[in-house]
């Protein structure tokens, strides 16, 4: 409606006709409607699409010989015999220059009208694909945080199935802190941040239990620098290093140390850090911190700005974590 009615302002103007224009545009608009139609829904999806092009231009050259044919013949019988009145001197339909100047006038409409078409269907293509990548990220990292759930668990019921095998009088406040650990895990990380305090305080809960199963052969020292209250993070983003300081730390070592520490810099970043002694040949291997599934997220996360190293030294396993903090991930 908006392009009939610039035409019949336009047209009428020209020829100070405006009774003219609305009955030459009546007449040809319907005419540009089914070319357009005809090129966009059909045309180009049977032909440009499967790279039939040759076959295309055929057909569009044929569809508009059609329409010059009908549109000369409705102008002259409805509008007026006068077929090209912008020409100087009456002019007869069917010459060069009249098949041309029609032609390219409708070439002009169709490239008009679909610029406009696949505009609209770029965006909307756009905006379908960067929902399919971001519900694609939401799946591969609920999947990822998934798989650190039942290896957890799986290893807690073990140390509570040995403490009662033991008939240990520890085994009720291992009961407890399981059932804590259960309701943060199942429940708690299901958002995807969540306050650094409470991640402490789950890891904390996972340290106690981990005293109770060894006794006075572990010792454990943790480590907060800086102001933590309101710093949001992905949860169970930490307790994979965690776990294995105590799976890889213990083998060979009647008394394990582990030093665990988070620190914030600056209010821009945060520097997570664990440390363990162990006697092992080959840690680096072992030590599970080239898990793909701990990198993998962390670079969904994160993409390039986090930093994870590793070293030995001194019989030492040290890993250090630096993440951006207040990033909208």
């Known amino acids: 409606m908006s392009y009939f009615s610039l035409n019949f302002i336009r047209w009428g103007s020209y020829f100070k006709d405006y ?20 090129t966009i829904y059909f045309l180009i999806p049977k032909f440009i699409l499967a790279k039939k092009y ?40 069917f010459e060069f220059n009249h098949i041309l100047a029609v032609t390219l006038g409708e070439v002009y409409v169709v490239a008009f009208v679909a610029a406009i078409k696949l505009t609209v269907e770029w965006t909307y293509q756009k905006r379908k694909v960067e929902t399919l990548k971001k519900l694609q990220l939401t799946t591969e990292l609920n ?3 998934s798989q650190i759930q039942p290896h957890f668990f799986f290893n807690t019921l073990n140390n509570l199935y040995a403490l009662t095998l033991e008939k240990s009088d520890i085994a009720p406040s291992v009961v407890l802190k399981l059932s804590d650990i259960m309701q943060y895990v199942l429940y708690d990380v299901k958002e995807p941040l969540i306050a650094l305090t409470t991640e402490i305080k789950y890891i ?85 911190i080239g898990n793909p599934n701990v990198k993998r997220r962390l670079e969904l996360l994160y993409r390039k700005s986090f930093k994870l190293n590793s070293k030995v030294l001194e019989n030492n396993y040290k890993v250090k974590m630096s993440i951006p903090i207040k990033q909208d991930l």
Not at 26 to 37: A, D, Q, R, T, W
Not at 83 to 89: H, K, L, R, T, Y
Not at 234 to 252: A, S, T, Y
Request: one cysteine or more; a neutral charge; aromatic letters at 14%.
């Open 19 to 38: 009774w003219y224009s609305l009955k030459s545009n009546l007449v040809e608009f319907p005419l540009h409607i089914l070319l357009v139609y005809f």
């Open 54 to 93: 040759a076959l295309f231009f055929i057909s569009f050259a044929a569809a508009l010989a059609l329409l010059y044919i009908a549109r000369t013949g409705f102008n002259y019988i409805l509008v007026t015999e006068n077929i090209w009145p912008e020409a100087d001197g009456l002019q007869d339909s």
């Open 143 to 145: 999947f990822l945080k």
């Open 204 to 288: 904390q809960n996972y340290l106690d239990l981990e005293e109770m199963r060894h006794g006075t052969n572990v010792k454990i020292k943790i480590s907060i620098k800086g102001d933590i209250s309101g710093i949001m993070i992905p949860p169970l983003l930490f307790l994979p290093f965690i776990e294995n300081c105590f799976k890889h730390g213990i083998k060979g070592n009647e008394n394990l140390k582990v030093k665990i520490g988070f620190k914030i810099v600056e209010n821009k970043k945060l520097i997570f850090t664990t440390e363990n002694n162990f006697v092992d040949s080959s840690p680096t291997t072992k030590h599970g």
